[in-house]
């Protein structure tokens, strides 16, 4: 099944706007896009019926790629992994969205992923190279301590960290060791400590990437980039200990791709011979609607977009159809009010705004827009 409903001929070409900010627009939301080749970072007014305004282009450094915003929406905060390993902090406007460099602060390593605990005061990294992660304060300013509190070995190729949403544990998935690392959060002190047991260990293969956590804390989605299966844990409130209940995958039945195998780290010498990866499987990001309804993950190989519906009472998922994007899909978002997607490819010029069908979670892709070389990560900000 296809939930591609339609596509746009006609693809809007907007001047990009040199200076950060761009043409002022009205309070409301606002999309990020980190292009990790051009090395900063586009910013975008979402209209209400999900057409895209540009604004300006804020400077970052090259191979900027993940990105956070702080929990009162004050603050993005954007990973650089090229040396010096380093996060930019800028202040959002929230009349127009543009973006005001802050500070710049450096970090333990290359992150592919940074998330910030729900209090806004602590920044978290996970290196896939390096095999750690780590905490940093961050002020009421925003600005990130040149120090971090804590730098933790974890298993090989971390590949995300995220708090729960009671703030009070800590997942970080390693996609080389097909483990996830449990942890306690004190978010007085904001230091980790490893929860009982310290890890859940998945099916040898698996390749668990990145995850979310359901509103009502109930369930945590994991996804495996090998495999390009989702696996639903529910969590325990109490202890943060974590019980699988079931695993679906995110590919059509007559797929032709295989299970893929870790790759090595952006930047990292050495590593395994290359080897075919043509027809590997390798999933990417995975978010949910706000409502808890309908859940959904990119494909790489494919350049695709699945969904699933989502059975709120035991969590499990049911594999809904997948949709065409745009290539090399690494990150994608979805806008606090659960109506459009945003996704972008590394491989690709431009972005894809879809509007998702509130009954049925098909999405549909009514313009596409310019992006800069490299995009794959989008955060998306509303003031509404």
């Known amino acids: ?3 591609l409903k339609g596509l746009s001929k006609g693809i809007a070409v907007t001047a990009f706007v040199s200076m950060v900010g761009g043409t002022p627009a009205s309070a409301g939301t606002f999309v990020y896009v980190s292009n990790a080749e051009d090395g900063d970072i586009s910013v975008y007014s979402l209209q209400p019926a999900g057409a895209l305004t540009q604004g300006g282009r804020a ?9 956070a915003v702080s929990p009162d929406r004050r603050f993005l905060y954007a990973g650089v992994r090229s040396k010096p390993f380093s ?3 800028y202040s959002i406007d929230p009349g127009t969205g543009a973006l005001k460099p802050l500070s710049v602060s450096p970090l333990a390593e290359s992150f592919p992923y940074i998330s910030l605990d729900k209090t806004g005061r602590f920044l978290f990294g996970a290196s896939y190279g390096a095999h750690l992660i780590s905490v940093n304060a961050v002020g009421a300013d925003g600005r990130v301590a040149a120090e971090p509190l804590q730098v933790i070995p974890v298993g090989r190729n971390a590949h995300s960290i995220r708090a729960d949403e009671s703030n009070t544990f800590v997942f970080v998935p390693t996609l080389g060791t097909d483990q996830m690392f449990l942890f306690t959060f004190d978010a007085k002190s904001g230091r980790l400590a490893s929860n009982t047991p310290a890890t859940y260990l998945m099916k040898a293969g698996t390749g668990p990437r990145h995850f979310i956590t359901s509103r009502d804390n109930k369930f945590v989605y994991v996804l495996s980039e090998l495999l390009g299966t989702v696996t639903t844990f529910a969590l325990d409130a109490k202890t943060g200990s974590l ?3 079931s695993s679906a995958s995110g590919l059509p039945a007559d797929t032709k791709l295989g299970p893929g195998a870790p790759r090595g ?3 990292a010498p050495g590593g395994p011979p290359p080897r075919n990866t043509d027809n590997d499987i390798w999933a990417a990001d995975i978010h949910m609607t706000p409502n808890g309804k309908f859940l ?4 790489r190989t494919s350049s695709s977009l699945a969904a699933f519906g989502v059975d709120g009472a035991t969590g499990k998922l049911t594999y809904l159809g997948s949709t065409p994007t745009e290539k090399q899909p690494r990150g994608f978002a979805i806008d606090p009010k659960g109506k459009f997607l945003i996704a972008v490819g590394e491989k690709s010029d431009t ?4 509007a998702i069908d509130q009954s049925s979670g098909a999405l549909t892709l009514p313009k596409k827009y310019p992006v800069g ?4 990560w989008v955060e998306i900000v509303s003031f509404d």
Do not use: Q, R
Not at 59 to 67: L, N, Q, S, T, Y
Not at 351 to 354: E, K, P, T
Not at 373 to 376: I, P, T, Y
């Open 373 to 376: 070389k490299g995009a794959n």
């Open 296 to 299: 959904y993950i990119t494909e």
């Open 87 to 89: 996060v930019h902090v």
């Open 265 to 267: 780290a952006v930047g």
């Open 1 to 3: 099944m296809n939930i």
């Open 243 to 245: 019980t699988e209940v």
């Open 59 to 67: 400077p970052a450094a090259k191979i900027v790629m993940p990105m």
């Open 351 to 354: 972005l894809s705004v879809y």
